[in-house]
């Protein structure tokens, strides 16, 4: 279990309130989150452009 902050539990800091995660379901949901985060997810440095359509792009150009 987490240590206290001020006698509150993490999630309830500066009154708010949040599920507790477990590792289990963060592990379970991270090839989801990858696979959005490089086929889905425009990025700033790559002219709003996710990872693999860049890549796609790159390859045609070649």
Avoid: C, I
């Avoid at 500066?14 to 379901?25: D, I, L, N, V, W």
């Avoid at 379970?28 to 959005?36: G, V, Y």
């Avoid at 700033?44 to 790159?58: D, E, F, I, N, V």
């Amino acid at each position: 279990m987490a240590p206290d902050l001020d006698g509150r539990r993490p999630a309830q800091v500066k009154g708010e309130s949040f599920p507790q995660t477990h590792a289990r379901t963060v592990m379970q949901q991270l090839d989801t989150w990858f696979e959005h985060y490089n086929t889905r997810h425009p990025h700033s440095a790559l002219s709003y452009l996710p990872p693999r359509r860049l890549r796609q792009r790159q390859a045609l150009n070649n």
